[in-house]
């Protein structure tokens, strides 16, 4: 059993920033990508960003400068930096990871159950 629980949602004002956690437990053998996305009422859920296990970065073009991601890998946690945040942003928050379960040949992806974040103006 793997589970991912988010963590850091909640109301900001707009230009306010906020931090959200991502942290990966249970049956852990390895972690490879990780990633965050969200979904807006209404909207399908879409791609914020990606990292790898060696830490290479990859971001939705309109997220990149306000978003920022990052990991410890001996933690299995995932982070998501955001800043200079707008009324637009504010959605529910999800993160996923590639894991390797031990007695499992191959890596699933595995969500969380997503953070809500409001950005008031």
């Known amino acids: 059993q793997v589970q991912l629980v988010e963590s850091g949602g909640g109301l900001v004002q707009a230009g306010g920033s906020l931090s959200l956690s991502c942290a990966a437990s249970?049956?852990?053998?390895?972690?490879?990508?990780m990633g965050w996305y969200r979904q807006a009422p209404g909207n399908q859920r879409e791609l914020i960003a990606t990292?790898?296990?060696?830490?290479?970065?990859n971001y939705a073009d309109s997220m990149k400068g306000r978003f920022t991601i990052s990991r410890d890998n001996a933690k299995n946690t995932v982070y998501l930096q955001m800043d200079s945040l707008k009324p637009q942003d504010t959605a529910v928050y999800y993160c996923?990871?590639?894991?390797?379960?031990?007695?499992?040949?191959?890596?699933?992806?595995?969500w969380g159950q997503g953070t809500q974040v409001t950005v008031s103006s």
């Open positions: 996923n990871a590639a894991v390797l379960s031990y007695g499992s040949y191959n890596y699933h992806i595995h």
């Open positions: 249970g049956s852990i053998r390895s972690v490879d990508n």
């Open positions: 990292i790898t296990s060696g830490g290479s970065t």
